[in-house]
């Protein structure tokens, strides 16, 4: 008879020396640093830490104590066999562990013997189909539900610094009853205390107190909320300067973006001219994927713009041009719309037409819901760059799955260095699932690595076609601007942005530059540099092996940008691979 440690719903008994309970159902979260498996939680609520020892879990405990048995068939051997691997595994545990910690299971009566009903239950399973049809029928009723969830958007928020971008994740929160109005009333005093009353919404997305102190986010702030037709994960962007590579990492993963912008006398000329955000964050989100752009004008109610259609107008032809630039189709892929976040106006209902006559178009919401989620392939090869990573009863990783299916139980690899791993867990929007796909942002607990053997970068990937890991690629590259005198050529060191990786890379040499008019190379045999503006193909090189695709063939591990002194110089797409190593 084979045991088994590893089942995530186990039978169970919980025995109390001074009154014995039963349970029938336990669950395991993983392995914690201080050697606990996790807790068991039985039927009567009972729930307690367990640690593994040999075969079985035993509950480190002084006054109770668990012995979970798990068959790894459901094919029953006789009672003899079973009483005797329970001596062994008992003998064997306090051989390994001398001793300490290891509580045998007893419940005794006063003359010594052990509880016949107990050794009723824990020694003689009884099969039960009708229970196990049901559990069959409930797993599938669960697979059905997630099966039939409803579709799921990633939206950005971006913009300027100040343009409202994390008062307006909070009203949407807000508005759609993610937030008690106890909470409000909490962020309302707080933000009073701190001579900041009009920042109370933004304190319910910047949840850290330098966020909160400096009025600026840092992190990217992620919430959720949900519409009638859709599940939404919003990522509040950081929008000053120097948080540009965190603005990078929110934008590669959304699927859509919203662009903020104040209509603030000053404020949108401030967050529009050089050296604001309004244009680096226009540029970056196309570069990284994010297709379709709702351009909404905040600070509509402000009193030096009161609602004024020549500013919203002004605004909208100015920015229109620059989004045609930067590569947008301003009929097909742009909408603009007047709000107030702080009053969240025209956010979830439409516009009042007291406030804003001149305005009949749609409401925020039901721009979202009318927006088309992106092709995906649940089929494909999976993927899920790690975008975080802790350590919670076992190892945790977080990220977007950008192709393919998970389940729990799944054997996957971690690249680039090759750790073969096992799913344990999955949790979509804080909801412990059996199976998620393409598009879901997850929490993924895994067994086989430790968190410290994970960077910010790595790939959580299907052991077949795993994603290539690299050490030097070759790249179509637009230079956008380089610094003062700057020289883009062979040697050129910059720091590279590509789904989660943030790695110092240089030029290795310059192959070809690219005709801007015809797209194709130039016949020119050898090049030494560029200049800005120019497009060329290129090799780049990194120290440490990273995980990327050609951009033919999964663009959303192929599209990457160049930075330097804090600003962006390049933005590009990997053509072609080299040092390629898959997983083994």
Request: net charge negative; hydrophobic share 40%.
């Amino acid at each position: 008879m084979t045991w088994s440690c590893d089942r995530l719903r186990v039978p169970f008994a919980f025995v109390n020396k001074k009154k014995r309970t039963t349970g029938r159902v336990a669950r395991s979260f993983g392995i914690q640093e201080n050697g606990y498996y996790g807790c068991m939680l039985g039927a009567d609520g009972i729930v307690a830490p367990v640690v593994e020892v040999s075969s079985s879990f035993y509950v480190k405990a002084e006054w109770f104590s668990i012995l979970v048995l798990s068959l790894s068939s459901s094919t029953f051997v006789n009672d003899v066999d079973i009483e005797a691997d329970i001596r062994a595994l008992q003998l064997d545990s306090a051989e390994e562990n001398n001793g300490v910690g290891v509580v045998v299971p007893a419940d005794q009566n006063t003359d010594g013997r052990a509880s016949e009903d107990h050794d009723e239950e824990m020694l003689h399973p009884v099969h039960n189909p009708a229970k196990a049809k049901g559990k069959a029928a409930k797993e599938e009723a669960e697979e059905v539900a997630e099966a039939n969830k409803k579709r799921h958007l990633n939206v950005v928020f971006i913009g300027h610094v100040d343009a409202g971008k994390s008062t307006i994740g909070g009203q949407i929160l807000v508005l759609s009853g993610q937030v008690d109005e106890r909470q409000i009333q909490k962020y309302e005093k707080e933000a009073k205390e701190k001579n900041r009353e009009s920042w109370y919404m933004a304190y319910i997305m910047d949840t850290n107190e330098e966020e909160r102190a400096k009025g600026k986010t840092v992190e990217v702030g992620r919430a959720h909320f949900e519409t009638e037709t859709t599940r939404f994960t919003i990522l509040d962007a950081p929008g000053h300067k120097s948080y540009v590579p965190n603005m990078i990492s929110g934008a590669s993963q959304a699927d859509i973006g919203v662009l903020v912008i104040s209509a603030r006398k000053g404020e949108f000329e401030t967050g529009y001219e050089r050296g604001g955000q309004t244009r680096e964050h226009v540029q970056l989100a196309k570069t990284l994927g994010v297709s379709k752009l709702v351009v909404v004008v905040n600070k509509m109610d402000d009193p030096t713009v009161n609602w004024s259609k020549e500013r919203y107008d002004e605004i909208e032809q100015e920015m229109i041009p620059f989004l045609k630039s930067s590569g947008y189709n301003t009929k097909k892929d742009v909408i603009f719309l007047p709000i107030s976040g702080l009053k969240g106006i025209n956010i979830d209902k439409h516009m009042d037409r007291n406030v804003c006559p001149w305005f009949s178009g749609p409401s925020f919401f039901e721009v979202l819901n009318a927006i088309e989620v992106p092709p995906r392939d649940p089929n494909g090869p999976f993927r899920m760059p790690i975008i975080d990573k802790y350590k919670d009863m076992g190892t945790v990783v977080m990220g977007k799955v950008e192709s393919g299916s998970i389940r729990e139980g799944d054997s996957l690899i971690v690249m680039p260095n090759k750790e073969h791993v096992k799913v344990v867990a999955i949790y979509c929007d804080e909801d412990k699932v059996k199976r998620a796909g393409p598009g879901e942002n997850l929490t993924v607990r895994i067994t086989g690595i430790e968190d410290e053997d994970i960077l910010a970068g790595f790939v959580l990937s299907s052991t077949v076609k795993p994603v290539p890991a690299v050490t030097g690629f070759v790249a179509q590259l637009h230079i956008l601007g380089l610094p003062d005198k700057a020289i883009f050529s062979a040697g050129y060191k910059a720091i590279l942005h590509i789904h989660a990786v943030v790695e110092e890379c240089e030029i290795i040499e310059l192959i070809s530059q690219i005709d801007m008019n015809t797209r194709k190379p130039m016949k020119k045999t050898k090049i030494r540099n560029v200049n800005n503006g120019a497009a060329v193909v290129c090799h780049i090189q990194v120290s440490n092996s990273i995980c990327v695709e050609k951009f033919s063939n999964f663009p959303q591990l192929g599209r990457f940008t160049l930075r330097t002194e804090g600003k962006t110089i390049a933005v590009g797409k990997v053509t072609a691979l080299s040092g390629a190593s898959l997983g083994a």
